[in-house]
């Protein structure tokens, strides 16, 4: 069974500081994942997915399938950047595309 | 584009009682999700359609829980009667090249 693990319930850093939101995974086959974002007042929604291997708002993640993560980094926080981050895994392949989320991580930057 | 809608935003009710929520997705997307996710947890995926038919109902608790999309657009998601432990947000996603867009979601309370 498939299934994401966020450690981290909440993390608090201060701006201009690294952080890190980390994310392991367990999938027998070849994962997609993702880390999906929902600022306050707002809907959940995409922030990067693996695949593309790009840079959102300052934000990287890469896929190491032998440590089975997926963290979440950006080297100087901003307090823009406070929100809840959620990490997935999706199926490949078929029609049954689906994804599983972790429990989520509230990240707050301080001024 | 118009992003996935849903209906109402809020409820109240009593536990026993019953509850539908409303659902339109993003136009043109075939697949449409159904998630509960309970304060201080990730979502939860309850029913996947494509197009008007169900691809995966397998954690939807079918003795009290039922959705239909009847057209293959707009869904609906049911809870009766309800219990206590329904009280979540109910989030509906469309998706398009792997990507979930996610409405504003029902919160639901169950006293």
């Known amino acids: 069974a498939q299934r994401v693990t966020q450690p981290e319930k909440l993390l608090s850093v201060f701006k201009g500081a690294p952080v890190e939101l980390k994310c392991n995974y367990s999938y027998s086959g070849s994962p997609e994942l993702f880390w999906y974002v929902q600022y306050s007042r707002q809907r959940l929604q995409l922030l990067l997915r693996h695949i593309s291997r790009e840079s959102i708002k300052g934000f990287t993640a890469d896929l190491n399938k032998g440590e089975t993560s997926f963290h979440l980094k950006k080297p100087f926080a901003q307090e823009e950047d406070s929100a809840m981050y959620y990490c997935a895994l999706g199926d490949s392949g078929g029609s049954n595309y689906k994804l599983t989320f972790g429990k989520g991580t509230l990240l707050t930057v301080n001024p | 584009e118009a992003g996935v809608a849903q209906s109402p935003r809020y409820k109240i009710i009593e536990k026993r009682q019953s509850v539908a929520f409303w659902c339109n997705p993003i136009s043109g997307h075939a697949t449409l999700y159904w998630y509960q996710q309970i304060l201080g947890q990730g979502p939860k995926l309850l029913i996947q359609?494509?197009?008007?038919?169900?691809?995966?109902d397998s954690q939807l608790p079918k003795d009290r829980f039922s959705a239909e999309r009847l057209k293959g657009v707009d869904s609906t998601l049911k809870i009766q009667p309800a219990k206590l432990e329904d009280s979540a947000v109910y989030l509906c996603a469309s998706t398009r090249y792997g990507e979930l867009f996610f409405g504003e979601g029902s919160r639901l309370t169950v006293l």
């Open positions: 359609f494509q197009n008007n038919g169900v691809v995966d």
